[in-house]
C-alpha cells in the first residue's frame, strides 16, 4: 500500500504487541525490515496499552467495521488500521477513525478506496497496533 502511495504525506505508526503465544518477545529485526519506508516508525507495546485506549472508542464508535469486527470491537484490538485526517489531536479517549478495518492484509482494497477519497494530503493510517498520521 504504501509502494503504491510514494510521495505522498502519510505518517505510519505501527504498535506490535503480544497477542499470540508466539508474541511474547519484540518483533526480530526481520520482522521490521517488512515496512522499509521512511513514513513508518514501530513500537513495541508489551503491556498492550494502545489496544485498551482503543478498545472503548471502537465499540463507541457506531462507524462500520470493514471485515472482521471482532479484531476491532474485542479484547485485545489487533491486526487494525484506522484512518486519521491530518492534525486531529490524540488525548485520552484517543478520537475514532474516519476508517476502522481488519484483518490488515484483507481490507487493503477498502483502505485504499478510502484514501482515494479523501481530499488531497489529508490521511492518516493507523493500523492495528499500527497507526498513522499525515506529516
Excluded: C
Amino acid at each position: 500500500m504504501l509502494a503504491e502511495r510514494k510521495g505522498a504525506p502519510l505518517r505510519v505508526l505501527i504498535v506490535w504487541e503480544p497477542v499470540l503465544r508466539t508474541d511474547q518477545a519484540p518483533p526480530t529485526t526481520g520482522a521490521l525490515a517488512r515496512v522499509g519506508d521512511e513514513r513508518v516508525a514501530q513500537f513495541w507495546d508489551p503491556r498492550r496499552l494502545l489496544s485498551a485506549r482503543l478498545l472503548p472508542v471502537l465499540q463507541a464508535d457506531s462507524g462500520p467495521v470493514i471485515g472482521k469486527p471482532s479484531l476491532v470491537t474485542e479484547d485485545p484490538v489487533w491486526d487494525f488500521v484506522g484512518v486519521y485526517a491530518p492534525g486531529v489531536r490524540w488525548s485520552d479517549p484517543p478520537p475514532a477513525p474516519s476508517f476502522k478495518g481488519a484483518p490488515v492484509v484483507s481490507v487493503l482494497r477498502e483502505l485504499n478506496r478510502h484514501l482515494d477519497a479523501a481530499p488531497a494530503r489529508n490521511a492518516h493510517l493507523e493500523a492495528a497496533g499500527t497507526f498513522a498520521r499525515a506529516r
